[in-house]
C-alpha cells in the first residue's frame, strides 16, 4: 500500500506573494554590490508590460526579480522552510507508535512526535524621504535624498524637482505683491530670490554628478558650484562641452548673473553694494555704499530663465554618449 507523504505534496518552485506597506508602495534594492541602496515603488503605476527596473541611485538596470530586499528574500525563505518544517512533522506524526511493555519483564516501546514548524519572519518597508511622481510615465515612487532616476522608465527626476522649488519661490512673490507692508514685501522678495538661487545650485550639482561620467574629468564635477554662475559656465564649457549663454542668450544670462550676484550681496553684506557687486555685473542701477534694489519682477524672470537653462542643460547631458 503506496503512503502519500506531505513532503511530497510540497511544489518544487512556488511564488510567494510580497504585501505593499498601508502606503502602497514595495521596497526594492539595487542589487549591484557598489550600491545596494533601497528605494521603493507602487506597484500598479507607472508602465505597464515591462518586467526590467532600474536603479534610481546608480542607473543599474536589471529584470525586476533581481531587485528584491533582503528582508524580502528573507521573508520567502522563511515560508518555504515553515512548509517543509511542518510537512516533515506531520509526516513523522504519521509514523508515532507505542507498543507497551508485556508480560512481567517485558519492555515497551513508542515514539512520539513534538514540535511545531518556525514562524514566518515577517518583514515592514522602510521610511524614505522623498516621494517622487516620474512626469514621463507616472510611477509613483520614493527614495533618500532629491534626486534620482525612474526605476520605470528611466527619466531623471532632476527638472521635477527643481520646478517644485522654483514654484515656491513664486510663492513668496506672490505673497510680497500681496502684502502692504514695505519691509516685509522687501524681505519676501529677497528670499524668493535667494531660493531661485539655491534650488539652481542644488539642482546643478546633483545633475552634473548624475552625469559624471559623461564628463571629460568626472573627478572634478563635484566641485561646480552653481552660485557663481559665471564660474559654472566656464566648468560646464571645459566638463561637458555646454554653452550656458548660447542656451539662454547673452542678455538673459547677465541679468540672471546679476539677480545672482545682488542674493551674494543680500546674504553677506546686508544687502550693500560693494565695489565687488560693481565690478562683476556692471550694474548702472546701483550706487557703492546704498542698499541693491530687487524687484519681484526681476525675481519671476530669473526663474524663468532658470528653467529654461536647466531643460538645456538637462538635454545636452542626456544626449552625450
Not at 74 to 98: C, P, W, Y
Not at 123 to 145: F, N, P, W
Not at 161 to 172: K, V
Amino acid at each position: 500500500m503506496s503512503t502519500t507523504w506531505n513532503l511530497e505534496q510540497i511544489p518544487e518552485r512556488q511564488t510567494i506573494p510580497l504585501s505593499a506597506g498601508a502606503d502602497g508602495y514595495l521596497g526594492r534594492e539595487c542589487p549591484q554590490s557598489e550600491c545596494e541602496r533601497y528605494f521603493k515603488i507602487t506597484p500598479g503605476t507607472g508602465l505597464s508590460g515591462i518586467d526590467t527596473c532600474r536603479c534610481p541611485y546608480c542607473g543599474f538596470e536589471e529584470h525586476q526579480g533581481q531587485f528584491h530586499t533582503k528582508d524580502q528574500i528573507a521573508h520567502a525563505r522563511s515560508v518555504i522552510v515553515t512548509q517543509v518544517m511542518g510537512a516533515m512533522l506531520k509526516d513523522l506524526k504519521g509514523m508515532e507508535f507505542n507498543h507497551p511493555p508485556r508480560g512481567a519483564f517485558g519492555i515497551g516501546i513508542s515514539m512520539k512526535v513534538t514540535g511545531s514548524p518556525p514562524p514566518v519572519r515577517g518583514y515592514s518597508e522602510l521610511d524614505l524621504e522623498t516621494e517622487v511622481v516620474c512626469d514621463a510615465c507616472t510611477l509613483r515612487y520614493a527614495i533618500y535624498g532629491v534626486f534620482g532616476y525612474c526605476p520605470d522608465c528611466g527619466t531623471h527626476n532632476n527638472l521635477g524637482i527643481l520646478d517644485a522649488n522654483l514654484r515656491r519661490s513664486a510663492q513668496m512673490l506672490a505673497l510680497a505683491v500681496a502684502s502692504d507692508d514695505p519691509a516685509l514685501r522687501e524681505y519676501l522678495v529677497q528670499n524668493a530670490l535667494g531660493a531661485c538661487v539655491s534650488a539652481f545650485d542644488g539642482w546643478g550639482r546633483a545633475v552634473c554628478e548624475a552625469f559624471a561620467a559623461k564628463a571629460t574629468d568626472p573627478k572634478k564635477v563635484k566641485g561646480i558650484s552653481f552660485q557663481n554662475l559665471t564660474g559654472a559656465r566656464d566648468k560646464l564649457r571645459l566638463m561637458f562641452g555646454f554653452d550656458a549663454e548660447a542656451a539662454v542668450g547673452v542678455t538673459d544670462f547677465n541679468s540672471v548673473h546679476r539677480a545672482f550676484q545682488k542674493r551674494h550681496v543680500v546674504a553677506h553684506r546686508m544687502g550693500v553694494v560693494d565695489a565687488d557687486y560693481l565690478k562683476s555685473t556692471g550694474d548702472a542701477g546701483s550706487v557703492l555704499g546704498r542698499k541693491v534694489v530687487i524687484e519681484a519682477a526681476e525675481v519671476d524672470a530669473t526663474s524663468a530663465a532658470l528653467r529654461r537653462l536647466a531643460a538645456a542643460l538637462a538635454a545636452h547631458l542626456g544626449g552625450l554618449p
